[in-house]
């Protein structure tokens, strides 16, 4: 059984045929999946979606694009929706280096204030990091993240950077981009990972792994990605779907 540690399923992509995208994934093998809430729209809808479906979780927070939208009453309001048993982590949060609306000093403060939100609340945190590895580590290290840890989502930094955030007490996720022809670096990093710190997931509706690149992804996809992990790591598929599920309910408490 597989299970998806990073999915959109609140995403307007899914809006007309969620409930057949939730299928083809059950159908497929996958478990359970965690429907990552990043902005108030997002948030809602996730919540909406772990309260109809037994085997779906949420995580909630505040995507770092968007800092300069995240007030105080929002940070509020995530802290209390922590406190829902479908609730398993916070985020996801971070840096992204790549789009400009938020300015970097306005991204690591909510960056920081979601950190001790989820200390508080004693919750692991999802971190997205977009062409920011080394403020990342350099955040999560003074604001002593390791105390919670969590998931660097789709990792995509090198040995040295997984290393900084192995000894944080984070797990690294891995996505579409392991199967992409040209990525390099995943594929070299993937191998290295402590398989007992390793998780899968898609990201969807976004990164669909090959031979579905371009297309609109879906969870059900993970399971291409867990069969080209398995194979880089040359061991069967079976012992990389169980280590990786036992890994997320391990990390997000959950049976």
Not at 18 to 32: H, N, S
Not at 144 to 172: P, W
Not at 202 to 207: S, V
């Amino acid at each position: 059984m597989l299970f998806d540690t990073h999915v959109h399923l609140n995403a307007d992509q899914f809006e007309e045929d969620v409930e057949e995208v939730i299928q083809r994934a059950k159908d497929t093998g996958v478990e359970k999946m965690v429907v990552v809430g990043f902005d108030e729209k997002t948030i809602n809808k996730a919540m909406t979606l772990v309260e109809n479906y037994d085997f779906l979780y949420a995580s909630v927070g505040w995507h770092p694009v968007d800092a300069v939208d995240c007030t105080d009453k929002y940070l509020d309001w995530i802290e209390e929706l922590a406190s829902h048993p479908k609730v398993v982590a916070i985020g996801e949060t971070g840096l992204d280096y790549h789009w400009d609306k938020s300015p970097k000093d306005i991204q690591k403060d909510i960056f920081r204030k979601q950190i001790h939100l989820a200390k508080r609340v004693k919750l692991p945190i999802i971190i997205h990091d977009r062409e920011a590895h080394e403020d990342i580590v350099q955040v999560l290290q003074e604001e002593n993240a390791a105390e919670v840890g969590g998931i660097m989502h789709c990792f995509a930094g090198d040995m040295e950077i997984a290393n900084a955030c192995l000894d944080m007490n984070f797990h690294l996720s891995f996505g579409g981009p392991v199967t992409f022809k040209n990525a390099v670096l995943p594929k070299e990093v993937v191998k290295e990972v402590p398989l007992d710190r390793l998780l899968i997931e898609t990201d969807a509706p976004f990164l669909a792994p090959h031979p579905n690149r371009g297309k609109r992804n879906e969870p059900a996809y993970v399971k291409l990605i867990a069969e080209k992990i398995a194979e880089l790591r040359n061991i069967t598929y079976e012992e990389l779907a169980s280590a990786t599920s036992a890994n997320a309910k391990k990390l997000f408490g959950v049976t």
